[in-house]
């Protein structure tokens, strides 16, 4: 069997391109996109200018206005990223049936039977599939070219932005001496303190260790861990199936300020489920698994998850399993929560069991009626009134809040 051509496309500083290409005033400028400007948050993504003053993904914006203060904040536009991305795998998708969707911003292709029919190597062919993104959409990428996907997500990271790199057999050795281990996708900061501790520090050194010292150390992941350092990956690259990517679907958020509120933390808690199980239901999904997260204020942070019986859709049936992990986690609480985040999954799609009893239908009606009106007046408008009274079938009321405080019964 011929190598496999495995192209790894990865958008640059992706959710931050968007915001330049589509507005003119942020193009050459350093920005940070983020949650709401207004208030505390972090780095969702920001422009390679933003990045030579050394302001990163994931630090917090306040940090990254101290190393800046005049970086530009911009809100994030997440339908318009999710837009942009489905547009962009579906030029992918012109090239080669095999794109799998790796995250919002990255795809991998396996080309390995249709290159030739639409350019004369890979490397123009990447090309072509540049042009074409950055002719429809105004946007760069970074294209790795390798015979399997873990050495094509590496090649994509080495040039960046508007990277082409193509690793073959011929130069692999003299790269995986090279390389630092970290530079393995799935080797984060943890792994790599445990492989630096073993005398790893590239990736040759993890293909020559010994598998039994890895296994020994690192359990069943051991012998993959080894292949990873020889640059070995047999994994296929999946068919492109939009559906199947949905693994989970959550909301995070970052407290004003930090809280030992329990009424603040139920009620941004209810918020919070409220609007998971409004994108859940507007997908038509519904899941078993509910996750909880808290992070307190010193950053340490804490995530429990429950599965229940059945796949729930509804704001208040997620609500109620959240609140019961808030419940049997934290408390007494800790210290002040400075976030918390909310998900669903082992999703399933129009699956729901059917809810015969009375207060389930109630429930529902309930939700499709918040849906519209969180659809006409924007979401987070309707808040269910008592998020820390106990939650019998009875005190379900919900107060419509409007952008200027007025509330209405
Ligand atoms: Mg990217």
């Not at 012109?94 to 911003?105: H, L």
């Not at 294209?143 to 997500?153: D, E, H, S, T, W």
Request: glycine letters at 8%.
């Amino acid at each position: 069997m011929s190598e496999r051509v495995i192209v790894h496309v990865d958008m640059n500083a992706f959710f931050a391109s968007v915001e330049q290409r589509d507005n003119p005033h942020l193009r050459g400028k350093p920005i940070i996109v983020c949650g709401n400007p207004k208030s505390r948050t972090v780095v969702a993504a920001c422009s390679y200018e933003a990045k030579a003053l050394g302001i990163t993904n994931g630090m917090s914006v306040f940090e990254a206005r101290q190393l800046y203060p005049h970086v530009i904040l911009v809100g994030g536009n997440p339908e318009k990223y999710v837009d942009a991305a489905r547009r962009i795998f579906a030029i992918c998708v012109e090239f080669t049936p095999q794109v799998e969707v790796f995250s919002i911003d990255e795809a991998f292709l396996d080309v390995t039977g249709t290159w030739r029919l639409f350019a004369a190597t890979p490397e123009d062919l990447a090309r072509l599939i540049k042009q074409r993104i950055r002719e429809a959409h105004g946007l760069t990428c970074s294209i790795g070219i390798a015979p399997n996907k873990l050495l094509a997500k590496l090649a994509s990271d080495l040039q960046k932005p508007d990277g082409l790199i193509r690793i073959t057999d011929a130069h692999l050795t003299a790269l995986l001496a090279r390389l630092p281990v970290e530079t393995l996708c799935g080797v984060g900061e943890h792994l790599k303190a445990h492989l630096n501790d073993l005398g790893i520090v590239t990736c040759a050194d993890l293909g020559r260790a010994p598998a039994s010292m890895l296994t020994a150390r690192f359990g069943l992941i051991g012998a993959s861990l080894k292949r990873m350092g020889q640059g070995v990956d047999e994994r296929p690259v999946g068919m492109f199936n939009e559906e199947a990517d949905v693994k989970s679907m959550g909301h995070a958020y970052t407290l004003p300020r930090d809280t030992e509120d329990n009424e603040e933390i139920l009620g941004t808690l209810l918020r919070l489920c409220e609007r998971v199980g409004r994108r859940l239901r507007a997908d038509g999904y519904a899941g078993r698994t509910i996750s909880l997260t808290v992070r307190y204020k010193d950053f340490s942070m804490i995530s429990h998850a429950r599965t229940i019986p059945y796949a729930v859709d509804s704001g208040l049936r997620i609500y109620q399993v959240a609140r019961r992990l808030v419940e049997a986690s934290c408390r007494p609480l800790p210290q002040r929560v400075r976030l918390l985040g909310v998900s669903v999954s082992h999703l399933t799609r129009h699956q729901r069991q059917l809810s015969f009893l009375e207060e389930e239908l109630r429930l529902e009606r309930l939700d499709r009626c918040l849906d519209r009106i969180a659809d006409r007046f924007g979401e987070c408008c309707v808040v269910r009134a008592s998020a820390s009274t106990p939650l019998t079938p009875k005190s379900h009321g919900f107060l419509l809040k409007h952008r200027r405080g007025l509330v209405l019964g």
